[in-house]
C-alpha cells in the first residue's frame, strides 16, 4: 500500500507540473481473463485486494484531504470481463455475485477512497449497456455508495449505447464528445427527452469536480 500510494503521488506531482489534473485511470476492474488487454493495469481477480492497493493509488494522487489537485477515475465499471468483442458483449452476472464481489472494489474507493471520477465499461451487464444502466450507474453508485463525483463512459462508448439514455440514466461525461452528439443532446432537451433538471446535473457533478483543483 506504501508504495502505490508513492506511486499515485509521483504520477499526480508530474501530471500537475505538466498543466494537467486528470488522470483515466485507475483500472481496478477484476482479472477475469489474462488475456484481456488491460490485464497488466489490474491489480488481479481479488476485490479486497484490489481496493486496499487501488485505494492507496487514489489517495496518493488525489491527496488526503477533499480539496485536491488532481483527479483519479476509477475503471472500468463494470463487469468488464473479455477482451474479445468488448464492445457489444454482455456479462451476464447474478445478483449475489455482482454485489459481493464485482461491485466490491468499486464500492470500497467510492466510500473510502473518495475517487473523483468513475469510467463505464463498453460491455453491457445483464444485457443493459453500462452507460444507460441506471439502477447501476445512479441507484447503486450515487444513491447507495454516496459518489458524488463525475461518471464518464469509456471512449466512444456511445458507439453500442444511445447517448440520450445514458445521460437520462445519469452518466455525466460522454468522450470524446462530437459537435453530432452535441446537437443531439440539445434536441433531446428541446423535446423534453432529456429533463433539464438531468443536464444540469451532470454539468454540476463535472465542474464540482474539476473546481476542486484550482
Not at 473510502?112 to 468513475?118: F, M, R
Not at 452507460?131 to 464518464?152: A, H
Not at 438531468?198 to 463535472?206: F, G, M, N, T
Request: with cysteine; proline share 2%; hydrophobic share 35%.
Amino acid at each position: 500500500d506504501d508504495l502505490e500510494y508513492e506511486v499515485g503521488t509521483a504520477i499526480a506531482k508530474e501530471a500537475i507540473a505538466g498543466d494537467a489534473n486528470y488522470f483515466a485511470g485507475i483500472c481496478i476492474n477484476l482479472l477475469r481473463n489474462p488475456r484481456w488487454g488491460r490485464a497488466q493495469e489490474t491489480y488481479g481477480e481479488d476485490p479486497y485486494l484490489t481496493a486496499q492497493i487501488g485505494g492507496a493509488f487514489i489517495k496518493g494522487f488525489q491527496g488526503d484531504t477533499d480539496t485536491y489537485k488532481a483527479i483519479a477515475t476509477a475503471k472500468h465499471f463494470l463487469g468488464n470481463n473479455s477482451e474479445q468483442n468488448r464492445h457489444n458483449g454482455s456479462s451476464n452476472i447474478d445478483e449475489r455475485d455482482l454485489h459481493e464481489y464485482y461491485t466490491r472494489a468499486f464500492k470500497d474507493v467510492v466510500e473510502d477512497y473518495n475517487v473523483g471520477a468513475v469510467m463505464t465499461s463498453y460491455n453491457a451487464v445483464n444485457g443493459v449497456p453500462m452507460s444507460v444502466n441506471k439502477p447501476i450507474v445512479t441507484d447503486l453508485l450515487r444513491e447507495t455508495w454516496g459518489f458524488d463525483g463525475f461518471v464518464m463512459t469509456d471512449w466512444g462508448s456511445y458507439d453500442t449505447a444511445d447517448s440520450i439514455r445514458s445521460v437520462c440514466a445519469g452518466t455525466n461525461l460522454l468522450t470524446p464528445g462530437s459537435k453530432k452528439h452535441f446537437r443531439m443532446i440539445l434536441k433531446a432537451v428541446k423535446r423534453n427527452e432529456i429533463s433539464k433538471a438531468a443536464l444540469q446535473h451532470s454539468v454540476k457533478q463535472i465542474v464540482k469536480v474539476l473546481v476542486r483543483c484550482i
